[in-house]
Nanobody, 121 residues
Framework: QLQASGGGLVQAGGSLRLSCAAS????????IAWFRQAPGKERQGVIC????????AYADSVNGRFTISRDNAKNTVYLQINSLKPEDTATYYC????????????????WGKGTQVTVSS
């Protein structure tokens, strides 16, 4: 199971830290990714932390503003989002698959319920 939390309503330029708590699988053997889905749009991969800690950022727009980190002792992955923009408004989901990152949502084995991020201008 995955449980995402930490979303909310923030003004443009603000920051949020999302958390994804995992249970029921060997966390350290899994890549954990964040996806987001804006209203009327497809769910897209944003950033991922591989089993080895290797990072993959899938959306050019988030480079430098989104930071993913993981704490294997707590079975938790964090997504720090800085300099939020209105276009970052979406439901954010965390997902997991064994070992390697993938930006393909079909490749993910476990999904959490999303957490809503709304950025006001």
């Amino acid at each position: 199971q995955l449980q995402a939390s930490g979303g909310g309503l923030v003004q443009a330029g603000g920051s949020l830290r999302l958390s994804c708590a995992a249970s029921g699988f060997t966390f350290e053997n899994y890549a954990i990714a964040w996806f987001r889905q804006a209203p009327g749009k497809e769910r897209q991969g944003v950033i991922c932390s591989g089993r080895s800690g290797a990072l993959s950022a899938y959306a050019d727009s988030v480079n430098g503003r989104f930071t993913i980190s993981r704490d294997n002792a707590k079975n938790t992955v964090y997504l720090q989002i800085n300099s939020l923009k209105p276009e970052d408004t979406a439901t954010y989901y965390c997902a997991a698959r064994p070992y390697l990152c993938s930006r393909d949502r079909i490749a993910m084995r476990h999904w959490g319920k999303g957490t809503q991020v709304t950025v006001s201008s």
